[in-house]
């Protein structure tokens, strides 16, 4: 599809607008007067007057196809943001993208789909955001690595023993980000960090043995790429989703933000320890699935989101959530999904599998 020249407006199609990164989008979208939200969308909650265009539930794309933005901010969260994401990357259309899930569990069909459609592929997590910039459009030929970052969640430090018994509220106390409860309670099994490796596997085209992840407690450096000469280039700042959302929606220029620059007289502590795989295997689960590739990153992120709800429902365990996972990966053969059809096949048979073990537990 051609770009459409809107004199210098740039048209922001907003999907999970309820949300916590899509409520953060509509601040920047309303304080940069060259963004117009041409439609927005939830799964549930209303969204009426947000934008000209809205939808609640159904199918994303039909949306999309009635607004034509120039821009698409996918906030879902889960699978369900897989459509919208499709859409954007075949139809040239740029994707602003926080719903990682998508990227996730259909890696390879979404690359595809860019190379037909020809847009950008702008990330919105934070440290793929932060990644993106210090690599600057360098090739994966001289990158010595990518270091992930993470802050640990709220449970880092403890033992195994001392996560038998938590709550979904204690899971939900991140320590220094405010957003989403799937999003959080991943950050506290590490999933997050697992999902955010698969993510930044296919964004950046580096195999996994090139990308590590380090905790940084205060959050306040997003990613570090090692570049093959020595050099290493970080980014900073303090730990704000506006500053992604505001990159991706006003790139290539970098609006202004609310957001303050980083004060040193301010005791800013720059400490970084490795995570702890034993106590949150979700990590090394993640990695194995995405070295092992074909559907099993799919049936990785299925079977996470079906235990994290069962979880937050007070159904299965804090430690179940990585046991579920697990043993879900172990029961489905990982062959490659060829179309979208197989893929979401894939999904439903790894959803199949986790709520049987969810029963059997
Ligand atoms: N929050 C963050 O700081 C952060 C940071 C990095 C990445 N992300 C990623 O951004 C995504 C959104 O996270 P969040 O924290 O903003 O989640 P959230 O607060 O739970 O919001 C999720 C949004 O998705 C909508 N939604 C859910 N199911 C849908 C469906 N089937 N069709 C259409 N819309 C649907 C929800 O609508 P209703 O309100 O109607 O349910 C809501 O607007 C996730 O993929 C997360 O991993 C978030």
């Known amino acids: 599809m051609a ?45 009426e007057g947000l934008a000209p265009l809205t939808q609640v539930g159904g199918d994303l794309t039909e949306l999309l196809e009635r607004a034509q933005p120039d821009v698409v901010l996918n ?98 106390a991140h320590p220094t980000w405010q957003m989403g409860p799937k999003i959080t309670v991943d950050s506290a099994t590490l999933a997050n960090k697992g999902l955010e490796l698969i993510e930044a596997h296919f964004l950046f085209g580096l195999p996994y043995d090139r990308i590590e992840v380090v905790l940084q407690p205060a959050s306040v450096v997003h990613a570090l790429v090692r570049f093959r000469d020595g050099a290493s280039l970080a980014h900073l700042g303090y730990p704000d989703m506006r500053v992604p959302i ?56 299925a079977a996470n989101e079906v235990a994290v709800a069962a979880f937050l429902d007070g159904r299965l365990p804090f430690l179940g959530i990585a046991a579920t996972v697990e043993e879900t990966l172990a029961g489905i053969d990982g062959a490659p999904a060829h179309d979208l059809d197989e893929l979401v096949d894939a999904d439903a048979e790894a959803r199949r599998l986790a709520e049987r073990g969810l029963r059997v537990a």
């Open 246 to 301: 505001s990159f991706a929606l006003t790139y290539p220029e970098r609006a202004a933000t609310p957001v303050a620059p980083l004060d040193f007289s301010d005791g800013l502590r720059l400490e970084f320890e490795p995570p702890d795989l034993e106590t949150f295997p979700l990590l090394a689960l993640a990695r194995r699935a995405g070295e092992e590739a074909g559907t099993y990153p799919c049936a990785f992120n």
């Open 3 to 47: 770009a459409v020249d809107f004199h210098g407006m740039k048209r922001v199609a907003l999907l999970g607008a309820t949300g916590s990164i899509g409520r953060q989008a509509v601040e920047i979208v309303e304080s940069h007067p060259d963004l117009e939200l041409v439609a927005a969308a939830s799964g549930s909650r209303p969204v």
């Open 75 to 172: 906030a879902v969260v889960g699978f369900a943001g897989l459509p919208a994401t499709l859409w954007a990357l075949e139809h040239g259309v740029t994707l602003a993208l926080a719903n990682k899930e998508s990227l996730v569990a259909a890696g390879e069909l979404a690359l595809a789909a860019q190379e037909r459609g020809g847009g950008l592929l702008l990330p919105v997590d934070s440290e793929h955001s932060a990644a993106f910039q210090c690599l600057d459009g360098r090739s994966a030929e001289q990158v010595h690595s990518l270091v992930l970052t993470g802050s640990g969640g709220p449970f880092r430090g403890r033992s195994r023993d001392d996560l038998d018994a938590v709550t979904p509220d204690e899971a939900l």
